[in-house]
């Protein structure tokens, strides 16, 4: 079975520094994807960044990067400079084949950040 | 507009009564996902379609809920006889294609928040 653990529920930021959102999985698949979402109040969930299991580079967008270390099963979330507006809440997911041609995502329970002036 | 989009956003019930979840992928994206998301069981996977077929109903709670999807885009959720334990918001997501070896991000609704009382 597929697992997600994100251990920090909650976290405060100082504006303008990095912040690292931690996220461990467990799969037997040799094959998955690993992903960042951010979902604000409003309750939209937002597509932030995406490492596949077999990428060499850790992933990055803009502000955004990943830091994957396979061995350890653990897929941070990385943002530096953090702004007002990256307060939410931060999901990590894993997508793998159920085995009936799915690839839904399993998530773990989420990281409330907030970012402070 | 471009994105999922899903109604109503808001629906609030009596308990024993049914209702039915709308889901407007993106055009031309062939699969689709329903996830739950409660506050004590976080984001769960519901069912899965890819066209009209749901080849993954493995996470559906019980035999109240029920889906179908249509011309391989709108999708309709059905809860029979709702429970209290029912409430929750309901998130629908898109992607291009079920493929699950690369990049192949899942774009999400912004959600039915049910009420049942």
């Known amino acids: 079975a597929q697992k997600i653990t994100q251990t920090q529920p909650g976290m405060f930021m100082q504006e303008k520094e990095a912040v690292t959102l931690d996220c461990t999985y467990d799969t037997s698949d040799p094959s998955y994807g690993l992903f960042w979402y951010k979902q604000p109040s409003s309750g939209e969930m937002i597509f932030l960044i995406y490492q596949g299991s077999y990428d060499q580079q850790n992933a990055t967008e803009g502000r955004y990067s990943l830091n994957f270390q396979k061995a350890r099963k653990s897929a941070n979330l990385v943002i530096s400079a953090s702004q007002l507006g990256d307060s939410a809440m931060y999901f990590c997911a894993m997508r793998t084949n159920s085995g009936a041609g799915s690839y839904q995502l399993t998530f773990g329970k989420g990281t409330k950040l907030s970012v402070i002036p | 507009g471009a994105g999922v989009s899903q109604s109503p956003s808001n629906k609030v019930t009596e308990k024993g009564k049914d209702v039915e979840l709308r889901c407007d992928p993106i055009?031309?994206?062939?699969?689709l996902y329903w996830y739950r998301q409660s506050l004590g069981q976080g984001l769960e996977f519901l069912i899965y379609f890819q066209g009209n077929s749901a080849p993954d109903k493995s996470g559906l709670p019980s035999d109240r809920f029920s889906a179908e999807r249509t011309g391989g885009s709108v999708s309709t959720l059905t809860i029979q006889r709702t429970q209290q334990e029912d409430s929750a918001v309901y998130l629908c997501?898109?992607?291009?294609?079920?493929?699950?070896?690369?990049?192949?991000?899942?774009?999400f609704g912004p959600g039915t928040r049910l009420t049942v009382l």
């Open positions: 055009s031309g994206h062939t699969a």
């Open positions: 997501a898109s992607s291009l294609t079920s493929a699950g070896f690369s990049y192949n991000e899942q774009f």
